[in-house]
C-alpha cells in the first residue's frame, strides 16, 4: 500500500554505498537536460555523456543539471566519481525510500524530498492516487544536479522563467536556483491540497444524501492517503528549518529570506493535512451516526407494523376460535363492530407513539 | 470548505514576487485612507494616488495609512517601490492564504494575521459561518500600513479614539499604534467566542430534548469552523511570542507590556478554542448515545407488543384449529376462562418485564 | 456555560487602561479589611477610604490590604494613583477574565489566578458546579493588596494565624505573606478534587447499578466542568514555576523553598485533574457498554417470544386450515399429541439457545 | 478510589510545617531499626528513643535508620529537631500524599517516592489492588533515614545483603545506600507490572472465550489502577533525571552509574505502563466488538425464525379462511402439496440467506 | 505476553551487578566465533575459552567476537574480568529485558538494542510473530564484542562483505564495524515491516470481502505486536542521537556520516510504525462498520419479511372468523380479490420503501 515506503528490504545486508537502484515504478530511461544560463545568455546544450557536463565546470555561469529516471545507475555512479561525491550520497540518490533530508558537505549541499502529484487514475476513477516521486538535489558552486524518478513537467514554468526572465533568477546563484527548484516542487502539494478539499466535499455531500458502505471505504482510502501525504510532507518542515539554520557558504544572505517563504509554505501544508485528518475523523463520525439512524428508521417500520397488526391478528384469532358458546359469533352488529376496532385501533396507537416521540 | 486557505494552486509555477492577487472573495475598490497624528493635532487627509502619501514622511507625526480592498494590484506596487519593501512581502499581502506571521526587515516590520468576524449570513440562519479577512500591517518609523481584504468597521473605535483622546496613544510612536492596530484584531475573536458559547449551549440543549441528524450536522459544522478558527488563531501566539522576542528598533521598550497584554489575549483565545473543541467532543458523544437510547426505546415497544400477543395469538390458534376431538371446544366455561388468560397473561408479563428492569 | 471566561467582548474596542469592572456575579459592595503586623504588634485598623492607607506606608510593618467586591472602581483607581500602578495592572484586576499570570514591575509584583470553591447549589442539588473567583495580588515591599470578587471566608484560617502565630508568619517579609495567601488558594483546590472524587463515585455506583441517561447527563457535566477547572488550575503551573525563576528582589532566598512547596501542590493538582479525565473517559465508556448491553437484554427477550411462539403459532395455523381432506383432523390422538408437540418445542429450543450460548 | 491521592483536604488552612499526619491506612505504631555498617563490621544495635541515635553520629560507619509507621509524630519532630531538617521537609513526610520528588539541602537530600505493591486481597478475590506506601529517604553524609507507611519486608533483601556482602556496599558510602534503597523500591514494580500481564492475559482469554458485563468492569477497574500507577512511577523519572543532573557534593562520581541504571529501570516502567495503556484500550475494543457480534447473532436467530415462518401462518392463514368459494379447499391434493411447500419454502429461504452472506 | 519485557522481576532483592542470566528463550550453549582483520589478511581462528582472545590484544588488527547464546555466565564473566568492564555492563548483556541505550565509558562504548525477526510460526500460521533478541555490543580500541541472544544467521552477510571486500571495512577502525552492526541489525526491521505491511493488506482485503470476528483478533493481534516492536524500536532513535552526539575518541569524525545514515534509518522505521498504527486504527474503524451494516441487513430482511407479511396475516385472520353475519363470505369473487389484495399490497409497500430509501 504504502508504495513510496515499501520493499527497502531489498538491500538489506548490502554494504553501505553499494549503488543498486531501489524503485518501485516501472522504470524509464535516463533523460539528461541541462540548462546552463548567466545574467546574459542561456544555452541549452543537448548532452549526451556525463563527461559532456565536464566542460561547464570552467565557465562562470550556473548550470543545472536534471536527470529524469534512474535506471542507469553508471550514469549517478560516473557524476559521483567526476564531482567527488560521498558514496552514501549517491547511494540515497538511488534508494528512492528516503526521508526527506538536507546534508551538508564540504563543497556541496545534498537535499532530497518527496515529489507529489495526483496520479492519472485518480482524476479519472473518481479515486485520490498520490505518486511519490523522490527528488534529490545537489547543490555545488555553480552547478545543481536534480535526479528525479520520472519524466514530467514539474519543471518546466521554471525552465520557462529562466529562458525567458531577465530578472532575479539570472543574476543570482546556484543558491537561489536551488531556491526555486524547492518552491516548484513544494508548491505542487497546494494544488494536490485542493483536489483533497473537493474530494472530502463530494463525500461529506455524498454522506449528507445518501451514504453507502462505499463512502466508509473512500473515507479510509482518503485517511490512509492523507498518513502516506504527512510522512512525505511533514519532515520537510525540519529539511527547510535546517537549511534556515546553515550557514553553508554556498546558501547566500541574500536567499535566506526566500528559503523562509518556502518554510511558510510547508508549514501551511502541514497544518492543512493535520486539518483534514481533523475533518476525515470527524466524517467517520457522520458515516457511523447516519448508519446508526438508518438502522432506527428501519427498526421503526418494523415496530410501527408490528404492534399495529400483531394486535389486530389476535383479536381476529379470537373469532377464529371454534367454541360452541361464543356469544358474540351470532350477534349481527359483531362483526361491523370488529371493523371499528380494526380501524381505530392502529389511529390510536399511531398517535400515541407521535406523541411519546418514538415515531 | 475552507475558503481561508483554498485555491493558493492558482499561483504555482510563478516566479516568486509575482504580484497577482490571490483570494476569493468578490472584490471591491480599494479605499484609501489615512490618519495623520501627534500630540497636538489630527488631520484626516482625502488621498487619491499613492504619491499623496509621500509628503507625509517629511513629517514629524505618526501617518496610518488604511488600504481596504486589494483588486487594485498597481497600489500595493506603487507603496512597494516608494517604501522600498521587499517584493516577497508584497506578495504576502495580495496573496490572501499566507499564514499569520511577524517579519523583521532593516527599516521596517511586517505582520500578517487573520482578522476573524461572524458571517451575516450566519446570524440570520441560525448558522455559525465566520469570515476571514486576511490584515497585513508594515511598520515604519512614522508610517503604519494596514491592508485588509474588505471595508468594514473594525478600525472605528480606534479611530475614535485617536481622534478624541489626547492621552497615550496620541503621544506614543508606530509600535503603540501597532499594538493598538493588534489589539483591535485579536478582541473581535472574543466577539466570536462568545457567540461559539451561545450556539454551543443551543446545542446542548436540543440535544437534552429532541435531538435529530440535524443537531449532528450542526455539531460537525461548529467542528469544522473550530478547526479553521484554531488555525487562525494558533500561529498568532507564535507570532506575539516573536514579537516580544524582537529586539527591533522599532519596537519601544515602553510598549513590550502592552504586547504581553496581546499575547494573555492570545493564549486566553488559543485555550477557548481547545477547551471548545472538547466541548463539541462531549456533545458528538451525548449526541450517540442519545440515538442509541432512542433505538432502545423503539426495540421495547417492539418487544413488549410481540412478546406479549404473540404468545396470546398461539393460544387463540389452537382453539381455531379443526380437530374433531378437541373437548374444550364444548365446554360452556372455555370461552370466558380463555378471556381470563387473555387479560391476566399480559399483566403478569409486565409486572415480570418491570421487575428485571427490562422495560 | 464557562462563565468565568466569557462576556469579555464587552470591552472590545475600549482603549487598554479603561478601568471598567468586567464581571459576571451580582456585585457587592467593596469592602475593605487591613491586617498590620510585626514580629511584635497587630493591628486591625478599620480603614474607609484609600487615604487611611498611605499611613501605613512609613511603617516597617508588614500590612494587607484585602479588597473584596470589585463593583467600586474608583477604590482600585484611587490604589492605583496612590501606589503607582500600571494601568494595565488595574485593568486586569477589574476585568475578571485574566488567565493566572505573573508579572514583575520595579518596585511590585502582580499575580493573577482563580480562586475555585463548591457553589452552594452544588452541594444541595447533588450537582457539581464550581465558582470561579479571581483573585489578584500585590506584592510591594511591605505591603500587599489582595483584590478578590466577593466576599467569602477564604482568608479567615490565614488571618487566624497572624494574630496568634509569633513564629515564621511575624517575622518574615511580604513575600512569606504571598506565599501564605498562595497556598490558601491553591489548597482550597485540594477540596475541590475530593468532592470531585467522591462524586465520581457515586456516579460509578449509579452506572454499575442502574445507569439512566441522566447519568449520562451527569458525566457530561462533571466532563465540562473539569475542562472549566483545567483551564483554571493548569496556568497556575506556569506562575509558580515563573515565580521560582524570578530573581526580583521582593522575592527572598528564604522563601525560594515555600513556593517551590506551592508549586508541588499545583503539580500535584494538575495530575489528579488529568487522571480525572481519564476516568470520566472509562465512565463514559461503560455507560455506552452498558446501554448497549440493555439493548441485548431486550433483543434477547424478543427473541425468545418470538421464535417459540412463530413456529407454535405456524402449526396451530395448519390445523385451523379447512381443507376436506385433512386425515390427521379426524384422529383421536391428533390433539394430544399436537400439544406433546407444543409443549416440548419450546424446551428444545430454549435448551438450544442456552447451549449455543445466544441467550 | 484514589487512595494514595485524597484526603489532603484535611490539612487547608493550617501553617507551613504543622506536623500533623495525613494518611489513610490503619496506622501501626512506629517500629525504629537501625543498621549501622562500614568496611568491617555490621551492628544492628536496638534503639529505643531518637536520642540513642546520636551517638551513632560521631561513628564514621554508615548508619541506616528507618522507621516503619508514621504515627507517633513526636519521634519524627525530634528528629527533625536533633538532625537540623527544614520544617517542611518533616511535613511532607509526615503527609502521605506527595508527589515523588528529590530535593537539596545543604546537609542532606530529600527523596520522596511510592512504593508499590500489589495488595493482599487483590490475590485473592482475583482482583488487581495495588497499596501505595510513601517513603521518604533523608541523605546525611554518614546517616539514611527511610520513613514508611507501614511494616513490610521490602527492604530485608538489602538489609541481608548489607549483613552478609563484603563487597561494594560495605566499602562505599551513604549515596550507594541510597541507590540501593531506591533500586529495591523500584524493582518492586517490576512485579506488579508482571502481575498486570497476567491480568491482562486472563481478561484476553474471557474476552475472546466469553465475555460478560463483569469483564468490562474488570477492564475498567485495571485501567483505573493503571491511572494510579502512572501517577506514581511517572515522577520517578523526574526524580532521577534530577539526581542524575544534580552535583551535591553528597552524591559521588562513582554512584553515578547506579543511579542510571534506575534511571533506565524507571524508562522501562514507565512505557510498560504506557504500553499496557494502549493494550487495555485494544481489549475494550473486542469487548465492544464482542457484545456487537452477540446482537448480530441474537438478531440473526429472530429473523431466520420470523423470516420462515411468518409467510408459512400466512399461507395456513389463507386456507383457514372461511369463503364459500374456495375451490383449492375441496381439492384431494391441497393439503399434501401445501406440505411441500411448507417444507420446500424454509429451505429455499435458507440457502437464499447463507448464498448472500446474510447468515 | 510482550515476552521480551517480562519476568524481570526475577532479579528483584539481588545485587546490583549480580551476573545471573534473565531471559526467556530456551537457551543454547554459547558459540564464540572470531573474526580478526586488517587491511591485509582476514583471520577467523576457533577460540574455545575467553583466554584464547588475549593474544589479539597486542595485534594491530580490528578482532570482532561474537558470542551467540548467554547460558553460560561464566564466559561472560571472564571478558569482564580480562577487558575491565563494570559490572553493571556485565549484568546489562545478561539480562535480556534491556531498553535500548547507548553508554560511554573511558576505554569502551556500550551499546545494546534490540533485533528483530519474524518468527517462524508467524509464517506458517498465518500469524505474525516477532522475536526479539537482545544484542549488546563492547566497542574497544581495536576489538568489538557482540553478545547475542540465540544463533543464527544475521551478521553473515557482514562476514562475507569482511572475508571478500578489500574496501573501506577493512581500512576503517572498530568505529566503522560497529556501524555495519548496527545497520545490519536496524535494516532487518524493513524485512519486518514489509511483512506488516503486506499483513495489513491481507486484513484489508479480508475486511471488504468477508470480515469475521477472526478478522477483529487479527487486528488487535498485530496493534499489539506493533506495540511491542514500538517500544523495542523507539529508543533507538535516543541511541542514534547519542551516539552522533558523542565526542568519544572512538567514534571518528569519518564514521559519523555513516551512523547519521542509521539514524535516518532508524527515523523511517519509526515514522512507519506509527502509520502502521494510524491503520490499524483505521482498520478498527471499518471493521466495527462493517459489523453495523451487517446487522442493518439483516433487520431489514426482518423487517420486509415483518411488514409484509403480518398485515397479509391479520387479513386472512379476519375472514378465518366465525361470525355468522360476514356478507363477504357468501360473495362468489371475495377469494379471487382477496388474492389480489395478498398479490398488490406486498408490491405496494416494497415500492413504497424502496422510495424511502428504507431499503
Avoid at 553501505?16 to 544560463?37: A, C, K, M, Q, W
Avoid at 536527470?67 to 566519481?81: P, Q
Avoid at 463530494?202 to 462505499?214: F, G, H, Q, R, W
Wanted: charged share 25%; aromatic share 12%; glycine share 4%.
Amino acid at each position: 500500500m504504502i508504495d513510496a515506503y515499501r520493499n527497502t528490504s531489498k538491500k538489506v545486508g548490502m554494504p553501505p554505498g553499494s549503488l543498486i537502484h531501489v524503485g518501485d515504478f516501472n522504470e524509464e530511461d535516463t533523460r539528461i537536460s541541462v540548462i546552463d544560463y548567466g545574467s546574459i545568455d542561456v544555452e541549452e546544450p543537448s548532452v549526451e555523456t556525463v563527461e559532456d557536463l565536464l566542460k561547464f565546470r570552467e565557465k562562470d555561469s550556473i548550470t543545472w543539471v536534471c536527470l529524469e529516471g534512474l535506471k542507469n545507475v553508471e550514469i549517478t555512479e560516473l557524476i559521483g566519481k567526476y564531482f567527488d561525491i560521498h558514496p552514501l550520497v549517491l547511494e540515497d540518490i538511488l534508494n528512492t525510500h528516503q526521508r526527506p533530508k538536507f546534508e551538508e558537505y564540504d563543497d556541496y549541499l545534498y537535499i532530497v524530498l518527496k515529489g507529489l502529484s495526483l496520479g492519472e487514475e485518480g482524476v479519472e476513477a473518481d479515486e485520490f492516487n498520490v505518486d511519490y516521486e523522490q527528488i534529490s538535489i545537489l547543490v555545488f558552486n555553480d552547478f545543481v544536479f536534480t535526479f528525479k524518478e520520472w519524466k514530467d513537467e514539474l519543471f518546466l514554468p521554471l525552465i520557462q522563467r529562466i529562458r525567458t526572465s531577465t530578472g532575479r533568477i539570472r543574476s543570482l546563484g546556484s543558491d537561489y536556483l536551488t531556491y526555486a527548484i524547492l518552491d516548484s516542487i513544494v508548491d505542487q502539494n497546494f494544488v494536490l491540497l485542493d483536489s483533497m478539499d473537493e474530494r472530502i466535499d463530494v463525500i461529506e455531500a455524498e454522506l449528507l444524501s445518501d451514504p453507502t458502505s462505499n463512502t466508509l471505504v473512500s473515507i479510509q482510502h482518503l485517511k490512509r492517503e492523507l498518513i502516506n501525504i504527512r510522512r512525505s510532507t511533514s519532515p520537510q518542515r525540519e529539511l527547510l528549518s535546517a537549511i534556515l539554520r546553515s550557514d553553508h557558504k554556498l546558501i547566500g544572505e541574500k536567499t535566506h529570506i526566500y528559503f523562509r517563504d518556502v518554510f511558510d509554505h510547508v508549514l501551511r501544508i502541514s497544518e492543512s493535512v493535520d486539518s483534514y485528518r481533523d475533518m476525515l475523523a470527524g466524517l467517520l463520525d457522520i458515516y457511523v451516526s447516519s448508519v446508526s439512524n438508518k438502522m432506527n428508521e428501519v427498526m421503526k417500520i418494523l415496530t410501527v407494523f408490528a404492534s399495529i397488526f400483531i394486535p389486530l391478528t389476535f383479536i381476529a384469532g379470537i373469532y377464529g376460535m371454534n367454541f360452541e358458546y361464543m356469544p358474540e359469533l351470532r350477534w349481527k352488529w359483531s362483526y361491523p363492530i370488529l371493523w371499528v376496532v380494526f380501524i381505530t385501533l392502529p389511529v390510536v396507537l399511531v398517535t400515541y407513539f407521535k406523541k411519546k416521540k418514538w415515531l
